[in-house]
C-alpha cells in the first residue's frame, strides 16, 4: 500500500510565483535603424524603449553634455508624450512607460553632471492632506512632473498643514500642491488655505487636485478664501501646464482663466455650504416619509453580532473585478476619438486583457482577502435607523442619515420598519485585501516602476471592490433575498439584484464619521483594518457597506 502525500500548498500559485517577472523576447527589426543619436533617444521616450538605451545616450555623450540631452532631447520627447496624452492618441500606461525610460535616462546622466544652480525648471511640494490615504492621483503628478524637469519634493500622505510649510520652506519650493480622494479633504484643503492666510503664507501659489474637487469649488469658492493664488488641476498634464506658466510667471489672471472656462464649459455651481458638504437641514425630519413601501416582510436574522472569514479561493473573487472600472477607470485606458467603440473594445481585448491576466497571476501571491460582517436588529426612527442589542429591547447606537429635500423624498431609513410595524434586520460589512498589495505598490512607485505600479494600484482596489461585490452576494444568500439574482455576473454592476449596499461618504450616507459606528458592531481590526483620524479606511484597498434587504432599496443622491 502506498504512502498517502498531502499537499500543504497551492502548486498553481507556486508555480506562477516561479515566472513572475519572465516576459516574452523581443525578435521585432531594430527599431532605430537609420535614426540620428538624437532621433533615437527620442524614440526611446515617446516609445518608451528600454532597451539599448544607456548605448545611445553614451553615443550622445560624444557630441552633447549631459544637461543638454535632457534639456535639449529627452524633454523635447516628454513634450510629445503630452502632447499625445493631450490629444487622446496615448494612454496613460504608455505616458507611464516612457516616464521610466525618462527616469532611467536621467539616473545614468546625473553623475556625470556638476549641479547647476538654476538647471531644474521650477519646485513643487506634493502633499495628500490630513486624514487622507490615498495618494495615487499625487504620484502621477509627480511623476509626470519630475520627468518633465521639475523638482518634486513629495511628502506622502496624511500631511498636517504645520509639516506642509515646514517642508515647502526646508526645501524652498515654488509652490505647493494638495491632493485628497474624498470629499472631506476639499473641506481639510481650504481649512489649509486659510491657515496659510492667518499665518500670512499666502505668498506661496497653490494647486489643487482630487476626485472630489470641481473646477467651480476652487476657482471660485476657494479663491475668494485665499489671498494668494489658487489653481484647479484635473490631471497631472494641467499640473504641469499650471507650473509652466507658475514658475515662468506667465500665469494667466485667476479671473480670466475661470471667464474662459465658464465660456468653454460651464462649471457644475456649488452651493452656499460647499462642495461635497451635505445641508444640515436634510438631516432633520420634518415628519414627512418618502413613498417606499411599508410592511415589507424582514429576513430570518442569519445571526446576531460580527463573523470574519479569510479562506479565499482568490480567482474566484477576479470573476467579480469589474473590467470597465479597472481598464477604463483606474488604469485610464481612453478610446482614440479616431476609433469606434467595437473598435476599441476589440483593442482592449487584445492590448489590455493579456495585462489583467498577467497581474491575476503575479499578484495572487500579494493579494490577502478578508471580510468582516454582520446582522443586527434594527428599526427606522424618521431620519434614524436604531441599531438594538441581541435582545431586540436595549438601543446600542443609531445613524442619522439626510433625506432628499424634493421628488420621492428618500432617506435610507425609509427602508426599514418603524417599531410600531415589527423588528427589522440591516446587514454591515468589511472587506479588505490587506496591506501587503499597497506595500508592494509603494515599492514599484519608489524603484520607478511606473507602468506596474499604476497597474498594481488598480488591481488591488478593483479587487476590494470585487471582493465587495461577491460578499455582498454570500450576504443575500445568507438573508435568503437571492431571487432575483441576475445570469450574467457583469449585471452585478449595475445593481440588477434584490436589496443594495451603501457605502459610508457616498450619496445616500454622505457622512463618512458614521464608518465609527460600523467599527463598533463589526470590529475590523482582527482582519486588519484600522480607521484614520478622517475615518477612512486603512489600507486603502478596503471597502465597507451598510447592507439593506428591502426590495426597493436602490443608490439615490439626496442633494
Known amino acids: 500500500m502506498t504512502e498517502e502525500r498531502v499537499c500543504t500548498y497551492d ?8 515566472f513572475e517577472n519572465v516576459k516574452a523576447a523581443d525578435t521585432g527589426a531594430n527599431p532605430f535603424a537609420g535614426l540620428t543619436v538624437e532621433e533615437k533617444l527620442k524614440k526611446h521616450i515617446i516609445d518608451g524603449i528600454k532597451k539599448n538605451l544607456e548605448a545611445n545616450i553614451d553615443e550622445a555623450l560624444q557630441t552633447y553634455e549631459p544637461l543638454a540631452i535632457i534639456n535639449d532631447i529627452l524633454l523635447d520627447g516628454m513634450k510629445t508624450v503630452g502632447e499625445l496624452f493631450g490629444a487622446g492618441k496615448m494612454q496613460l500606461p504608455f505616458v507611464l512607460q516612457s516616464a521610466e525610460v525618462m527616469k532611467a535616462a536621467v539616473r545614468r546622466l546625473e553623475p556625470l553632471m556638476e549641479r547647476v544652480e538654476g538647471s531644474e525648471k521650477g519646485s513643487i511640494l506634493l502633499a495628500t492632506v490630513a486624514g487622507d490615504v490615498h495618494d495615487i492621483g499625487k504620484n502621477l503628478v509627480d511623476i509626470i512632473l519630475s520627468n518633465n524637469g521639475y523638482r518634486v519634493v513629495n511628502i506622502g500622505i496624511k500631511q498636517p498643514i504645520n509639516t506642509i510649510l515646514e517642508k515647502c520652506r526646508e526645501h524652498q519650493c515654488q509652490v505647493i500642491g494638495l491632493s485628497g480622494l474624498l470629499v472631506k479633504s476639499t473641506l481639510i484643503m481650504r481649512d489649509n488655505l486659510i491657515e496659510m492666510n492667518n499665518r500670512g503664507e499666502h505668498g506661496t501659489p497653490v494647486i489643487l487636485g482630487g476626485a472630489a474637487l470641481t473646477r467651480g469649488y476652487v476657482e471660485e469658492d476657494l479663491r475668494a478664501i485665499y489671498q494668494g493664488n489658487v489653481f484647479y488641476a484635473q490631471d497631472a498634464f494641467e499640473g504641469l501646464r499650471l507650473m509652466g506658466e507658475l514658475c515662468t510667471d506667465q500665469i494667466s489672471a485667476p479671473t480670466a ?16 455650504h460647499r462642495v461635497g458638504e451635505v445641508d444640515p437641514a436634510l438631516y432633520v425630519w420634518d415628519g414627512t416619509l418618502s413613498d417606499v413601501a411599508r410592511g ?4 430570518v436574522l442569519p445571526f446576531y453580532g460580527a463573523r470574519k472569514f479569510e479562506k479565499f479561493d482568490l480567482f474566484e473573487i477576479y470573476k467579480y473585478i469589474n473590467p470597465v472600472a479597472l481598464w477604463r477607470g483606474q488604469w485610464q485606458f481612453k478610446k482614440d476619438p479616431a476609433m469606434s467603440n467595437p473598435e476599441f473594445n476589440a483593442w482592449l481585448e487584445e492590448n489590455v486583457r493579456p495585462i ?9 501571491r500579494r493579494l490577502r482577502p478578508r471580510v468582516k460582517w454582520g446582522y443586527f436588529w434594527a428599526n427606522s426612527e424618521g431620519n434614524d435607523l436604531i441599531i438594538w442589542d441581541e435582545s431586540g429591547e436595549k438601543e446600542r447606537l443609531r445613524f442619522t442619515f439626510p433625506r432628499q429635500r424634493e421628488g420621492r423624498r428618500l432617506c435610507l431609513s425609509d427602508f426599514f420598519r418603524t417599531q410600531e410595524e415589527g423588528p427589522d434586520v440591516v446587514g ?21 516602476d511606473f507602468q506596474e505600479y499604476l497597474y498594481t494600484h488598480g488591481m488591488g482596489v478593483e479587487t476590494a471592490e470585487a471582493l465587495a461585490e461577491y460578499w455582498h452576494l ?15 455576473t457583469r449585471l452585478l454592476f449595475s445593481a440588477k439584484y434584490h436589496g443594495a449596499r451603501y457605502s459610508f461618504g457616498y ?15 463589526l470590529h475590523p481590526q482582527d482582519i486588519g483594518v484600522e480607521m484614520t483620524d478622517e475615518f477612512m479606511l486603512s489600507p486603502e484597498q478596503s471597502t465597507s457597506a451598510i447592507v439593506v434587504h428591502h426590495p426597493e432599496a436602490k443608490y439615490f443622491n439626496v442633494r
Not at 454591515?428 to 520607478?448: D, H, K, M, N, Q
Open 296 to 299: 415589507v416582510e424582514p429576513p
Open 356 to 364: 489583467f491576466d498577467r497581474l491575476k497571476r503575479d499578484l495572487a
Open 11 to 18: 502548486p498553481l500559485i507556486e508555480l506562477m510565483a516561479r
Open 474 to 488: 454570500q450576504m443575500r444568500k445568507e438573508l435568503k433575498i437571492d431571487d432575483q439574482e441576475p445570469d450574467e
Open 428 to 448: 454591515f460589512s468589511l472587506v479588505t485585501v490587506g496591506t501587503e498589495i499597497s506595500e508592494y505598490e509603494r515599492g514599484l512607485f519608489a524603484g520607478s
Open 257 to 272: 482663466v475661470l471667464a474662459k472656462e465658464e465660456e468653454d464649459a460651464p462649471y457644475q455651481r456649488v452651493s452656499s
Open 507 to 521: 450619496p445616500a450616507c454622505p457622512n463618512l464619521e458614521d464608518q465609527q459606528k460600523l467599527f463598533e458592531l
